[in-house]
């Protein structure tokens, strides 16, 4: 179990990986991000994308959901105030396996609140190529350790 004095700047985790269906595409589009380029194979091939990609908002989630799928953050999750710097850097395929690098920039205690932290992470989501398909950075409350 981590706890906010337990993160220390440089530290670095790897999630598993998530290999993203067309299906998976389609249905998340189809409630929260309906652009051709997201909702329609056919249409989507006329796009300057050329085909089918995940809408960026997507790709965070699942940047989200591998990285706590670690188990890094279970003990000590406070939730976040907000996300900085968010980058897509290329577009999220049918078929592309997904993995997340999350690395420690920088871990310091609250000055208001003596129970927590505030962990910043720099998320990097890679496809199976190794390219980078997303960045951002996380700001992340976490529990101080009881006692």
């Not at 989507?44 to 699942?62: E, M, N, P």
């Not at 997904?98 to 962990?119: F, H, M, N, Q, Y």
């Amino acid at each position: 179990m981590r706890y906010f004095e337990d993160f220390k700047a440089g530290d670095r985790f790897e999630s598993a990986s998530l290999t993203i269906s067309e299906r998976l595409i389609l249905e998340y589009a189809r409630f929260y991000d309906p652009q051709v380029f997201h909702t329609d194979p056919e249409a989507a091939k006329a796009t300057v994308y050329g085909g089918l990609i995940a809408s960026g908002l997507q790709t965070i989630g699942i940047a989200f959901k591998l990285f706590f799928e670690t188990g890094v953050l279970s003990a000590c999750s406070l939730g976040s105030p907000g996300l900085d710097e968010i980058r897509w850097k290329a577009p999220v395929r049918p078929g592309d396996t997904l993995r997340v690098v999350a690395e420690i920039l920088e871990a310091r205690p609250s000055s208001s609140k003596p129970d927590r932290g505030l962990v910043r992470i720099l998320y990097t989501m890679l496809n199976q190529r190794g390219e980078t398909v997303t960045t951002l950075i996380g700001n992340q409350l976490c529990r101080r350790r009881p006692g």
